[in-house]
């Protein structure tokens, strides 16, 4: 029976010969994701450990939350107090919106949302994603979800839930909507990082014109500036230097406020604890009218920080956080701000600097001391917040490639980006200098503090329908009880947008549109890789040698692919005219998970028979982990592929070498009847066709398989060196030995240079995007092989181009 008539037999689906002996050499990595699953349990922390956490808490999580009475009355009051009634009202919608939003909504709903102990933005988000098909990242696969840290529940099909994951399921524009939403909230949490340091040391240092007057404005501006200029500047160090010295920081700071706000409700007005009736609420507003709607604007500054609980949940534990606000931050908070307004009750006039006029003259400076180092280590956490949500943007391909340092070998959350450090500190200064007081600059903050909450509650939603299930009515109670608060918030604060509140809009627009552009086009990089890989079949075809002379050493050839043959290998074979002995297909995977148990992060599988030597690896990474390309990940990446020889020793049986030996022996056929794949250039075909001659040379015996240098095609003589692989019957000793040979004499990676274009033809906003702000995007950021410290001695760059 000719070539032919056997294709026809096969095309009977609709597909030939070829692509079913693909699937059968290059198959999904499900056997090996059971294998290397990680055998992980969670255990409770002693009580004693709990309360340390909590303790250490404080100067992570509570330093901005805490820092807010500087600045709430002044922000809340900016045209001064006309009628001291108001005080009730505004003091009870400050008491009230603590306890509703921080107290209720995150330390008792939306900790319990954790992502393996990872909190966040992005944390809801992966949930989400592995609940619903709405993953963004593109080369995932179903085995992914074996990790140990790929919780999820499955839905029934009849219920409520099951109907609303496919109604999203099914929409492109849902899921799009989605993916704005968490990028809003995480463009939202950086201009926190702008704003916090700004406000917090500026109204911290404001203290010193209010104890002398004589000090003007502006060197008030230049010493707040100064501040913010050391505060960027030590973050390289670290975190972990100073660790231990914020706890007792933030500890003293909320005791001092604590005492001197029962002292002040003692002295000055014992009746303000009235305002702990809600009735004042309504009377405020109604009083007040549009009046009352503007004070909002003020009063949600006493929130600030909030999302921080949740932020840097991955430092500690849900329960420390919980036991740290309820104890300490929640009581001494109230009564910081029942202090104030029992103190201008008295003194209406001085509510632009109540803090520090409420502050008797005994502690005044030891009290401004506090404040100021409270101020930095509320702008500390508010930084490190900012790096790792910029960090798991990274891991998500929603933002372009950026160094990330870390700065502690204890704690692998803390870490250290240079670029977005120095970009914080550029745009915070100018909103210093710009505003000068910590009033405008709270107009603006209250903005980026409302954005967060309002894309947390929405996210929730879906958490508390997809994975917690709760019962439609409560579902619906949550969404609506808290859209209304903090939607009414968030208009208020929007009022001010012509004033300051422009500035965390215009930072959300510009991140949000650098964020979606290099989402979009990282996507369809990806999908243009797909449409040009080559198939493993046609490749292995051309012989053990793949048509080339096999050079000592081994091959990483990096790609997004978890199937097929990239791209780059096609680009490779065309100017390269040796292959080394070793190739492995490398594609490294983010998943919507916090982190990749070291034990899971390597799946490894044989492509072809033995004596090909083809390796493909998938590294898989969460959105938390650190990748670096060293010795240890190198060594690591070597004993995952001994472990997968050992394996297959084991696992070993005739059948299934039968089934390769006859697949192999019809490639060659089946390549010459079918045409080659599109992506491989015509000038490819023809040197392979040329060096597959080469190959006939090869010796295959008992012992050996040897495969030979081809001397130069001027003159068709000489042998050269040869390479001595292990017989196809090899022993696994003998395999390792070839295998850890193979690396003493080098690893090189091999890395695509691809530039992106758009495709004729594309309209004007897609040749705008692609053509101009992503290529823009990849020339300023890092490189590959700087984010893999990759040593350039053993670096290969093989340039390419891509239409998409």
């Keep these: 029976m000719e070539v032919g008539e056997q294709m026809s037999e096969v095309n009977s689906d609709g597909r030939g010969k070829m692509w079913h002996l693909d699937q059968t050499l290059d198959q999904p990595l499900g056997i090996e994701a059971g294998q290397v699953r990680a055998m992980q349990t969670?255990?409770?922390?002693?009580?004693?450990?709990?309360?340390?956490?909590?303790?250490?808490?404080?100067?992570?999580?509570?330093?901005?939350?805490?820092?807010?009475?500087?600045?709430?009355?002044q922000s809340t009051f900016p045209g001064g107090i006309t009628d001291t009634e108001d005080l009730l009202g505004a003091v009870s919608l400050i008491c009230y919106t603590i306890t509703l939003i921080p107290l209720i909504k995150y330390v008792f709903i939306v900790l319990r949302a954790n992502d393996n102990g990872e909190g966040g933005t992005f944390a809801l988000y992966s949930l989400i994603c592995r609940h619903a098909n709405v993953n963004t990242i593109p080369n995932q696969h179903p085995t992914d979800q074996k990790l140990t840290t790929y919780s999820r529940r499955n839905l029934t099909d009849k219920s409520y839930s099951s109907k609303i994951k496919k109604i999203l399921e099914a929409s492109y524009v849902a899921q799009q909507v989605l993916l704005i939403f968490v990028l809003l909230g995480t463009c939202m949490v950086i201009g926190d990082g702008i704003l916090a340091p700004a406000i917090s040391v500026l109204s911290s240092v404001h203290g010193l014109k209010v104890a002398h007057s004589a000090f003007p404005q502006g060197f008030i501006v230049i010493l707040a500036s100064i501040i913010l200029v050391v505060l960027f500047s030590m973050q390289r160090f670290g975190t972990d230097k100073v660790g231990f010295m914020f706890a007792p920081v933030i500890l003293i700071w909320f005791i001092f406020i604590g005492s001197i706000g029962v002292f002040n409700i003692v002295k000055h007005e014992p009746t303000i604890l009235r305002a702990l009736s809600p009735h004042y609420i309504v009377k405020f507003l109604q009083k007040k009218h549009l009046g009352g709607w503007y004070a909002l604007e003020g009063i949600v500054l006493s929130i600030t920080g909030a999302e921080a609980m949740f932020a840097d949940l991955g430092h500690f534990t849900t329960r420390s956080i919980q036991i740290a606000f309820v104890t300490i931050v929640y009581p001494c908070l109230l009564a910081a701000y029942m202090g104030q307004a029992a103190f201008l009750t008295k003194y209406p006039d001085q509510v632009y600097d109540a803090f520090y006029n409420s502050t008797p003259g005994s502690v005044y400076w030891p009290m401004f001391v506090v404040a100021t180092l409270a101020a930095i280590v509320a702008s500390q956490a508010t930084i490190s917040a900012t790096f790792s949500i910029v960090k798991q943007s990274v891991a998500l391909g929603c933002f372009p490639r950026v160094k990330i340092v870390h700065t502690s070998n204890r704690f692998l959350g803390q870490i250290y980006i240079p670029e977005v450090n120095?970009?914080?500190?550029?745009?915070?200064?100018?909103?210093?200098?710009?505003?000068?007081?910590?009033?405008?600059?709270?107009?603006?903050?209250?903005?980026?503090?409302?954005?967060?909450?309002?894309?947390?509650?929405?996210?929730?939603?879906?958490?508390?329908?997809?994975?917690?299930?709760?019962?439609p009515v409560l579902v619906l109670l949550f969404f609506l009880v808290y859209m209304s608060v903090e939607v009414n918030y968030l208009f208020a604060v929007l009022f001010k947008a012509t004033s300051s509140g422009w500035v965390p809009l215009a930072v959300a627009a510009v991140l949000l549109t650098v964020m979606y552009v290099w989402h979009y086009g990282t996507v369809k990089r990806y999908?243009?890789?797909?449409?040009?890989?080559?198939?493993?079949?046609?490749?292995?075809g051309l012989g053990p040698s793949i048509g080339l002379v096999r050079v000592p050493g081994i091959g990483l050839f990096y790609t997004d692919l978890a199937h097929g043959v990239p791209s780059i290998f096609s680009?490779?074979?065309?100017?390269?005219?040796?292959?080394?002995?070793?190739?492995?297909?490398?594609?490294v995977k983010y998943l919507p998970v916090n982190t990749v148990p070291q034990e899971e992060r390597f799946l490894v599988r044989r492509i072809g028979p033995k004596h090909y030597w083809i390796y493909r690896c998938a590294v898989r990474y969460g959105y938390k982990d650190l990748h670096k390309r060293d010795d240890v990940f190198e060594n690591l990446l070597m004993e995952s592929i001994a472990s997968s020889i050992k394996m297959e020793a084991l696992q070993a049986n005739d059948v299934e070498e039968s089934e390769y030996a006859s697949s192999i022996d019809n490639v060659a056929s089946i390549s010459r009847a079918e045409t080659p794949p599109s992506s491989l250039p015509s000038a490819t075909r023809l040197n392979i066709q040329k060096r597959v001659r080469f190959v006939s040379s090869s010796s295959t015996n008992s012992e050996s398989l040897e495969i030979r240098?081809?001397?130069?095609?001027?003159?068709?003589?000489?042998?050269?060196?040869?390479?001595?692989?292990?017989?196809?019957?090899?022993?696994?000793?003998?395999?390792?030995?070839?295998?850890?040979?193979?690396?003493?004499?080098?690893?090189?990676?091999?890395?695509?240079?691809?530039?992106?274009?758009?495709?004729?033809?594309?309209?004007?906003?897609?040749?705008?995007?692609?053509?101009?702000?992503?290529?823009?995007?990849?020339?300023?950021?890092?490189?590959?092989?700087?984010?893999?410290?990759?040593?350039?001695?053993?670096?290969?760059n093989v340039g390419m181009v891509n239409y998409i």
């Design 571 to 587: 680009r490779f074979l065309t100017h390269l005219p040796a292959l080394h002995s070793i190739v492995i297909f490398m594609c």
């Design 422 to 471: 120095w970009i914080l500190m550029i745009l915070c200064l100018i909103v210093t200098a710009a505003f000068k007081t910590s009033t405008q600059i709270g107009n603006a903050y209250g903005i980026a503090v409302v954005g967060v909450m309002v894309v947390t509650t929405l996210l929730m939603t879906l958490i508390m329908v997809f994975i917690w299930q709760t019962h």
């Design 709 to 796: 240098r081809a001397a130069p095609e001027t003159n068709g003589a000489g042998t050269g060196d040869t390479i001595s692989y292990p017989p196809e019957d090899a022993g696994v000793n003998q395999q390792l030995n070839f295998l850890w040979k193979a690396k003493e004499n080098g690893v090189v990676h091999i890395l695509g240079k691809t530039r992106v274009i758009a495709r004729t033809g594309s309209g004007l906003l897609r040749r705008l995007t692609i053509n101009c702000v992503y290529t823009f995007l990849r020339k300023i950021c890092r490189a590959s092989d700087v984010i893999y410290h990759i040593p350039q001695e053993s670096l290969l």
């Design 42 to 73: 969670n255990k409770a922390l002693p009580l004693s450990v709990t309360l340390q956490l909590a303790f250490l808490s404080l100067g992570v999580v509570y330093g901005d939350l805490g820092t807010s009475p500087l600045y709430v009355f």
């Design 527 to 540: 999908e243009c890789e797909m449409q040009n890989k080559v198939s493993i079949g046609w490749i292995l």
